[in-house]
């Protein structure tokens, strides 16, 4: 195989991602604007990370020129619910517009393999649960909408230009690299088990829980975390089912558990040993009340399921990661 262009790959679920393709053997080459990613990520000092945005077409022409690419990872992407709902233009604009111009290249070099981070937020609020791949798609935030039209997009794409490829409709990525070398740090942090574990560190004074009045079994959204290192494994096993059967695929990727804010901060006080100080607020606007997975189809198409189903297990690693990071053993 040629190599893999990989946006976004300095970021959290794309730096996982490239390490692991460098285990396997492959090539990554890495395109990040660094705006949320980092550079130390990166942990292969032979990965080529090209510093820059996916609107500059020049720059992605001139990666096209000089490398084999077989096929794309398509991480980068703006991806806080939230700053969706009060600044759509800039989700539109990175996660629809950016991409465009990079299908437009990948069309003029004849690399028609792509493999795309899409999300559960384009379920919407779900009718039924667990989700599976046939629920209907209707995105309530911004986010959500924005790779819900990428989708779309490279659905034409595939009728169109013969294109193939994968949806990966991640549920709550979480946890860090079991070695602690890599994890989570954005910046700002708007992530649940990143703030409950900044909270117990004093690193904020508290955790404030959205919400208490969802038809939950305790009131607060139940969400699905899923292993970081095992939403890494979906891309490598989706890379190689499009390249061994040349077909396009879709999948859910979350563990099928479902796991309520509370018991979440639960968890994380019986992992940790600490108390998680906290406080109640209202909700936060465009969540559903609770989103969890089907993941049957990854299983029977990818031969792909989590690993880590115990949510204790994402926890032990990122706080193993935050810890890492706040003894400053692994800051360079
Ligand atoms: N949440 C919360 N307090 C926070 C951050 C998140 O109660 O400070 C809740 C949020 O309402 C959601 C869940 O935790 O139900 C997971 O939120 P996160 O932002 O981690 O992921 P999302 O589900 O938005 O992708």
């Known amino acids: 195989m040629g190599k893999i262009l990989v946006t976004g790959g300095a970021g959290y679920i794309g730096s996982h991602t490239v390490r692991m393709l460098v285990d396997k053997g492959l090539e990554p080459i890495v395109i990040d604007t660094l705006e949320y990613g980092h550079r130390e990520a990166i942990l292969n000092p032979e990965t080529e990370l090209v510093v820059g945005n996916l609107g500059d077409t020049d720059l992605l022409g001139r990666i096209f020129e000089y490398h084999d690419i077989d096929a794309v990872i398509h991480f980068a992407a703006y991806a806080s619910v939230g700053e969706s709902m009060s600044e759509p233009e800039k989700y539109y604009q990175n996660n629809i517009s950016a991409p465009l111009n990079l299908l437009s290249v990948m069309r003029k070099y004849g690399c028609k393999t792509f493999i795309f981070s899409s999300t559960c937020a384009t379920y919407g609020n779900p009718q039924y649960a667990p ?40 549920f709550n990525a979480s946890g860090a690299s079991p070695d602690g070398l890599i994890g989570e740090d954005h910046n700002p942090e708007t992530h649940l088990i990143p703030l409950i574990l900044d909270a117990i560190q004093g690193d904020r004074s508290h955790i404030t829980i959205f919400g208490t009045d969802y038809p939950t ?98 926890i032990k690693h990122a706080w193993a990661w935050k810890t890492g990071i706040k003894s400053g053993k692994f800051l360079q």
């Open 217 to 314: 079994q305790d009131g607060t959204c139940v969400r699905d975390y899923i292993h970081v290192n095992d939403l890494a494994t979906a891309h490598l096993a989706a890379l190689d089912y499009i390249k061994t059967k040349n077909e396009s695929v879709v999948c859910n990727l979350g563990t099928g558990v479902g796991v309520s804010v509370k018991e979440m901060i639960a968890m994380a006080e019986e992992v940790t040993g600490k108390k998680v100080p906290l406080q109640y607020g209202e909700r936060r606007p465009g969540d559903p009340p609770f989103l969890f997975a089907n993941p049957a189809q990854a299983k029977s198409i990818l031969g792909w399921e989590a690993s880590y189903k115990d949510v204790r297990e994402i």
């Open 131 to 170: 989700l599976d791949e046939l629920h209907p798609q209707n995105p309530i935030n911004p986010y959500g909408m924005s790779k819900y039209m990428l989708e779309l997009i490279l659905k034409d794409y595939e009728r169109a230009y013969d294109f193939k490829y994968a949806f990966l409709r991640y």
